[in-house]
């Protein structure tokens, strides 16, 4: 590799961090709704728009969780491996949807793998710095935790029901 290639993957691109009109395109995404102008602009200096072209990984399972994701455009697959059963798809995430909660709970490892499905826009968010905000700002922590806890309740209920559908009766 020459000295002025970058490492990021042909099928992902970045763009700079945040401008004023990606930090007011995050505060109109679903899982910020409600939350205050100020508490929102400390995201600023944490967030930037990534594209990932169809079969590119977002994260993989296993991974260190130290980044969040909202999706503006595409379709994202969430998927899981099951011991002896193999990958088990989870669900498919679209446009308003969150993923990458991991990042707020120790041992900060991801739970799930997210595949880019089509073509897909996101808004990154550093959860490594985003977690040290939350320690500074706890009003910041309180409403983010409360956003992040209906993420897991709604992907521990999808995951519970996708196992369901592929559990033999005889397992039971």
């Known amino acids: ?18 401008s004023s009109e990606l930090l007011a395109l995050t505060a ?14 400390l995201l600023a200096d944490s967030i930037l728009e990534m594209h990932f072209k169809p ?3 977002i994260y993989q399972q296993g991974e260190s969780a130290n980044r969040f994701y909202l999706i503006l455009e595409g379709k994202v697959l969430i998927e899981s ?4 059963r193999g990958v088990l798809p989870i669900r498919t995430l679209g446009p ?6 991991a990042w707020l709970f120790p041992p900060y490892y ?20 985003l977690r040290e905000k939350c320690d500074a700002n706890h009003e910041l922590g309180y409403q983010l935790m409360k956003r992040v806890a ?6 521990l209920n999808a995951t519970q029901q996708r196992l369901l559908e592929h559990t033999d009766t005889k397992d039971l």
């Open 110 to 129: 991801m739970h799930f793998s997210a595949c880019a499905v089509e073509p897909t826009r996101t808004i990154f968010i550093y959860g490594t710095r």
């Open 96 to 101: 308003g949807d969150d993923l990458g909660w």
């Open 150 to 155: 209906e993420v897991v309740v709604r992907n």
């Open 55 to 57: 079969g590119a990984w």
């Open 81 to 84: 491996e099951v011991r002896d």
């Open 28 to 41: 109109q995404q679903p899982f910020f709704k409600g939350l205050s102008g100020n508490l929102v602009e």
């Open 1 to 18: 590799m020459k000295p002025d290639e970058h490492t990021t993957p042909p099928d992902v691109s970045t763009f700079n961090p945040a």
